[in-house]
């Protein structure tokens, strides 16, 4: 017990889950061939956590416990406490050289609120159940992941309209007795699901009276039986690798999660059917979580501005006026980012006890990157050339009767060779790609649902911005 190794984590995936990819049921996560890369991915916050240098940013002595354990279940009550957790996102995303290591944060995120929404509803066995879950977290350091996410059916329909096609596109409670609860639906989307050890699932949305069994929230080991996780393929990523690489290749995949009739413990449930609260622990879980796809964001946009500024140099046109300006445009993109960021955890506020960012800030921070995301990309495109698309692959440049034509006419610069402006437009056609796009919109909730959260935690302040200036008007 305590914190894990990598091998503890590799080790503990060997449970006999139920795993498809690409039409094959899978033997063992951590020998296949393009999960395994996926596994080491996430087994990359394991790793850091054994760094000694990482060692007081990734873990913490925990006053309840009285023992040291991974930052991520440590309950925050301060700005400190969010931002020690967002620079640790920060630290583990730059170690995967922009891909997120997934191991804990969405995990404890749920896991947060769900503490908020049980204190608010002051149901002291949920209190009991999400402490007594979360003391098992700390002692068992597992990887937990969230499955919010429904597969919804009709989107302008509710969970239980009679006009959607069938009753289960929303995750339900099906059936109880006096030990648990059975539940049916289905999950999509569910990032490093195939390879972590537990899955939080939680409602998508605000419920209804009539949705009250849709109103379901609760934490299940993955080899849970009934549970059937599809993945999304992804030997793209790998293929698109044009160069020899000794780097290690980070990538993850996201699963269709079916829940076939699938039997929870009371003890692992932590919402069944108080559909009024339904809507409090969506809005924490969207909070914190856009807090932490913020983190995500921060080394990925230290990478846009390092190849913008790379492939510049390369082309010999860092100086030009408008290049300058571009390079401008990404320095804002990252610094903007991070300052809101960051002021979103120091300037914090208190629900149910638990420290959560600031939630117009983090809403804002959330919105600026997805909004401005294509901007960025386009301004690289455009600094890379039309050569992005058009380059010759790394076998053209291995024959012998090409490379030195290559080397000749595919440098620009004095001083660059042609090679390592292949290899940069090859890391610039990874990590710009059409799905690093979507998850940019769509993950932790599409444009809108931050424009209407703004919107609302704005109310306050819109109020007094219109007194004021009545005041000023004499009109009040
Ligand atoms: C790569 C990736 C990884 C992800 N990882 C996770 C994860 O780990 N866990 C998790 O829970 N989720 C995850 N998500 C899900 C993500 O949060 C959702 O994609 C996002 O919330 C949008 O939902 P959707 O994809 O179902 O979009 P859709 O609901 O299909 O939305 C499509 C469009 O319809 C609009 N729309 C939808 N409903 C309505 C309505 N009622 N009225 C008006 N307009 C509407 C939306 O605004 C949007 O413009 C991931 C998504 C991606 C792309």
């Not at 139920?18 to 951590?30: F, H, P, Q, R, S």
């Not at 395994?36 to 394991?46: F, G, H, P, Q, R």
């Given at each position: 017990?305590?914190?894990?190794?990598?091998?503890?984590?590799?080790?503990?995936?060997?449970?006999?889950?139920?795993?498809?990819?690409?039409?094959?049921?899978?033997?063992?996560?951590?020998?296949?061939?393009?999960?395994?890369?996926?596994?080491?991915?996430?087994?990359?916050?394991?790793?850091?956590a054994e760094l000694p240098e990482f060692r007081d940013l990734a873990t913490v002595d925990d006053e309840v416990l009285g023992e040291r354990i991974n930052r991520y279940y440590y309950l925050p009550k301060n700005g400190d406490d969010l931002l020690k957790q967002f620079e640790l996102i920060v630290a583990s995303t730059r170690m995967g050289d922009g891909f997120i290591p997934l191991a804990h944060d969405i995990g404890s995120d749920a896991l947060n609120?769900?503490?908020?929404?049980?204190?608010?509803?002051?149901?002291?066995?949920?209190?009991?159940?999400?402490?007594?879950?979360?003391?098992?977290?700390?002692?068992?350091?597992?990887?937990?992941?969230?499955?919010?996410?429904?597969?919804?059916?009709?989107?302008?329909?509710?969970?239980?309209?009679?006009?959607?096609?069938?009753?289960?596109?929303?995750?339900?409670?099906?059936?109880?007795?006096?030990?648990?609860?059975?539940?049916?639906?289905?999950?999509?989307?569910?990032?490093?699901?195939?390879?972590?050890?537990?899955?939080?699932?939680?409602?998508?949305?605000?419920?209804?009276?009539?949705?009250?069994?849709?109103?379901?929230?609760f934490a299940i080991p993955v080899n849970t039986k009934g549970i059937k996780m599809v993945c999304r393929p992804f030997q793209g990523h790998i293929s698109s690798l044009e160069f020899p690489n000794s780097r290690p290749v980070r990538v993850h995949t996201d699963a269709l999660i079916i829940f076939d009739d699938v039997f929870i413990p009371w003890e692992r449930v932590f919402l069944c059917g108080e559909w009024k609260h339904s809507a409090t622990l969506v809005y924490n879980f969207a909070l914190?979580?856009?807090?932490?796809?913020?983190?995500?964001?921060?080394?990925?946009?230290?990478?846009?501005?390092?190849?913008?500024?790379?492939?510049a140099d390369y082309n010999g046109i860092s100086n030009a006026p408008h290049v300058r300006e571009k390079l401008t445009e990404l320095v804002i993109y990252l610094e903007t980012l991070r300052s809101m960021s960051r002021a979103a955890c120091l300037d914090f506020v208190t629900y149910g006890g638990i420290a959560v960012p600031n939630p117009i800030s983090t809403n804002i921070a959330k919105y600026y990157f997805a909004n401005e995301y294509h901007n960025v990309i386009k301004i690289i495109e455009d600094l890379a050339g039309g050569v992005?698309?058009?380059?010759?692959?790394?076998?053209?440049?291995?024959?012998?009767?090409?490379?030195?034509?290559?080397?000749?006419?595919?440098?620009?610069?004095?001083?660059?060779?042609?090679?390592?402006?292949?290899?940069?437009?090859?890391?610039?056609?990874?990590?710009?790609?059409?799905?690093?796009?979507?998850?940019?919109?769509?993950?932790?909730?599409?444009?809108?649902?931050?424009?209407?959260?703004?919107?609302?935690?704005?109310?306050?302040?819109?109020g007094q911005c219109q007194k004021m200036v009545e005041q000023q008007a004499e009109i009040v």
């Open positions: 017990m305590g914190l894990k190794t990598v091998q503890q984590y590799k080790d503990s995936l060997k449970d006999g889950r139920v795993v498809y990819y690409k039409g094959e049921l899978v033997a063992d996560v951590t020998t296949h061939p393009d999960l395994s890369v996926a596994v080491d991915t996430m087994a990359l916050d394991y790793h850091l609120a769900i503490s908020i929404t049980a204190n608010s509803m002051g149901n002291q066995e949920y209190i009991q159940r999400i402490e007594n879950y979360r003391t098992y977290l700390k002692k068992t350091d597992l990887a937990v992941v969230t499955a919010m996410t429904d597969v919804k059916g009709d989107r302008m329909l509710r969970p239980s309209d009679p006009e959607q096609n069938h009753a289960d596109y929303y995750v339900r409670v099906v059936d109880k007795n006096d030990k648990g609860i059975i539940v049916r639906g289905a999950k999509i989307h569910i990032t490093g699901a195939p390879y972590s050890n537990e899955i939080f699932v939680i409602p998508s949305r605000a419920m209804s009276e009539a949705d009250a069994d849709y109103a379901v929230a914190m979580h856009r807090r932490t796809g913020c983190a995500y964001r921060i080394p990925m946009s230290e990478q846009f501005l390092g190849v913008a500024k790379a492939i992005l698309v058009t380059a010759p692959s790394y076998k053209d440049y291995l024959v012998p009767e090409l490379q030195g034509d290559i080397d000749k006419y595919l440098s620009a610069k004095k001083g660059y060779p042609a090679e390592q402006r292949l290899r940069m437009l090859d890391l610039i056609r990874r990590i710009s790609g059409a799905d690093r796009e979507t998850i940019a919109l769509h993950g932790e909730g599409s444009l809108q649902a931050q424009r209407m959260t703004i919107l609302a935690e704005a109310r306050q302040v819109i």
